[in-house]
């Protein structure tokens, strides 16, 4: 069987279906690095995301072998052998999955070369990740020979693959709000990355991996049908697929949306004082994190009670709300930016300050952007600059904010800076704080 399978292997369009698979993949991929930098799983999710031209492709493939073989007229030929139509069908069946599953993970290894030196957090489930993507696009191809045998002409494979794309994408709308059974049946969606410790749940994957092991088994039997009785058995593994990945997949109020890996979000700390610690995602990170808190430290040091140690901000905009950090602690902003480096600019510390001082989201009446920008002019001795898109009055309150504040003794500039901080952890008024106003 070996040999019969290296050579449908050299015969059918399976190395152009992983060159092809690997160039586009790649492409995608290397297209918005910045996308995957964070590590295993973000690389996992965002090539999964990227099916939506992979399993096209993989599906216009197996139609394109089906078109040759149809070329060559050789079916009366194969079916004449003293064979089981299924054991005829393997073949070319194992050489296009074998191909497609290659060329999937192919695109991973490419990606892997980009992170394997700044990726230290491997979870299991990114593992989970890849086998589903690589199942998906072995269905595709056993399902674009079933469709090309149908149907042998030159615009099969096209018409597949604008058809296949065409699927994917109004699958969310099939269902809508039910975005349970999207997961289930589309394998692209649901993998847009909002947080670097996001994650799939290891039961979404189970369900997408029953559900397209159906649908490749439907393939394969469709491709080795011989009458309209054969093509309609195909139809038991699909049903038999859909029920068992309703059964498994959580759904309703259960439904995991944007997951987050705890595990991903813990905290790793440097050794030594001050205090400095981000999460085991951005582990490798630590070592760029550590001066930059250093430096917001010694900035805050000028206050009275000011924070001691400093750790990344923990932040995720969706699911449960995460705790706000002490008050002695700063929080920093931690992200992957090009080369698995710091993503930093030049205000990154004007940014940190901001969060340490005021800038507090989760106030329901928003803060006072001039007062927060003058105490942290103060703090840093630099002028207040404005921002691109906001009111004309903003900077020039703050630059008047900022020279009072810089006219009064230290001891009495840094207590009313203090005030704004507490006032503003507490989403209370900071109006008049720094101008010697109530308070």
């Keep these: 069987m070996s040999r019969v399978l290296r050579i449908e292997l050299r015969r059918s369009v399976a190395l152009g279906a992983v060159l092809t698979l690997l160039l586009a993949g790649a492409a995608l991929l290397y297209a918005a690095p910045q996308r995957w930098s964070a590590g295993w799983m973000a690389l996992a999710m965002t090539q999964r995301e990227y099916l939506v031209l992979l399993w096209p492709l993989a599906l216009a493939a ?28 393997m073949p070319v069946l ?29 979870p299991a489930a990114s593992l989970a990740v890849v086998a589903v993507g690589a199942l998906a696009l072995v269905a595709a191809a056993w399902l674009g020979i079933a469709v090309g045998r149908l149907l042998p002409s030159p615009f099969t494979a096209p018409a597949a693959a604008v058809a296949g794309m065409g699927l994917l994408l109004t699958v969310p709308a099939l269902f809508r709000d ?31 991996g029953i559900w397209l092991a159906a649908l490749a088994v439907a393939g394969g039997l469709l491709v080795a049908a011989g009458n309209r009785r054969a093509r309609l058995a195909a139809l038991l593994p699909l ?22 890996d705890p595990v991903a979000r813990e905290l790793v700390c440097a050794q030594g004082t001050p205090r400095v610690c981000v999460s085991r995602v951005h582990e490798t990170l630590l070592p760029e994190v550590v001066p930059l808190a250093q430096r917001a430290l010694t900035t ?64 329901r009446d928003g803060h006072d952007v001039p007062v927060i920008r003058a105490a942290v002019s103060w703090l840093t001795d630099r002028e207040p600059v404005a ?22 003794p230290g ?29």
């Design 300 to 363: 805050l040091a000028k206050l009275p009670d000011a924070p001691t140690s400093a750790q990344e901000d923990l932040t995720t905009y969706f699911g449960d709300p995460t705790p706000p950090p002490a008050p002695d602690v700063v929080p920093i902003p931690v992200h992957f930016g090009h080369g698995g480096h710091l993503a930093t600019d030049d205000d990154i510390l004007r940014r940190i300050l901001d969060g340490v001082v005021g800038l507090n989201y989760a106030c």
């Design 411 to 439: 001891a009495q500039a840094a207590a009313r800076v203090a005030a704004v901080r507490k006032a503003s952890m507490a989403c209370g008024n900071t109006d008049g704080l720094l101008d010697g106003g109530p308070r």
């Design 178 to 208: 039910r975005e349970w059974l999207t997961m289930l049946f589309s394998p692209m969606h649901g993998m847009g990355q909002y947080t670097d410790y996001q994650t799939v749940d290891g039961r979404v994957s189970a369900a997408q």
């Design 94 to 122: 194992g050489a296009l999955g074998l191909a497609a599953a290659c060329g999937y993970l192919a695109v991973v290894a490419s990606g892997v070369a980009g992170i394997f030196d700044t990726a230290s957090y491997l």
């Design 62 to 89: 197996g139609a394109w072998q089906a078109r040759r073989e149809h070329r060559a007229n050789v079916a009366e030929l194969f079916a004449s052998t003293a064979r089981p139509p299924f054991q005829r069908a």
């Design 239 to 260: 049903a038999l697929g859909a029920g068992l990945g309703l059964v498994v997949i959580p759904w309703g109020a259960d439904f995991p949306r944007n997951p987050v």
């Design 387 to 408: 921002e691109t898109e906001e009111p004309a009055e903003y900077n020039p309150r703050a630059v008047t904010l900022w020279q009072e504040l810089r006219r009064l």
